[in-house]
């Protein structure tokens, strides 16, 4: 069975990923300016793909025994469209180091199927970094 540190582990990622889902959904709403139509998908794609990242992750912890968290970790919008991506940058560079220690550990407890997941959802987590980094370029 998994340990405990584990369990608490995918709990924060559950909460970051329900964070990203409303704030980046959000955003889409909020996001104005000339380029507010394009982005604006962006951030209702990224939204419903980190839905399904906490989905996932919450199927995981409750099969290794945990109960998923219902409360997302603190919501930050943002004010104006770099905002939006500057704070989003910063989101995914925390998920990426999360999702490394995940992978380590589950690695570590001989957790191959965890291990999988977080290496097919830090894929995905690196790919949404790219796309903020490239927005936020003049």
Do not use: C
């Amino acid at each position: 069975m998994a340990s405990k540190e584990l369990l608490d582990k995918l709990n924060d990622a559950i909460a970051r990923e329900l964070q990203v889902s409303v704030q980046y959904i959000w955003q889409h709403v909020m996001v104005r300016g000339i380029n507010a139509e394009a982005v604006g998908g962006v951030f209702k794609k990224i939204a419903i793909t980190e839905m399904k990242h906490a989905e996932e992750i919450a199927e995981r912890l409750d099969y290794l025994g945990g109960v998923p968290t219902t409360k997302p970790a603190p919501i930050t919008v943002g004010k104006s469209l770099k905002e939006m991506l500057e704070i989003d940058k910063k989101a995914e560079e925390e998920a990426i180091s999360l999702y490394k220690e995940i992978i380590k550990l589950a690695d570590k407890e001989g957790d191959v199927v965890t291990k999988r997941l977080f290496e097919s959802i830090l894929a995905d987590e690196e790919e949404h970094h790219n796309q903020f980094s490239t927005l936020l370029e003049d």
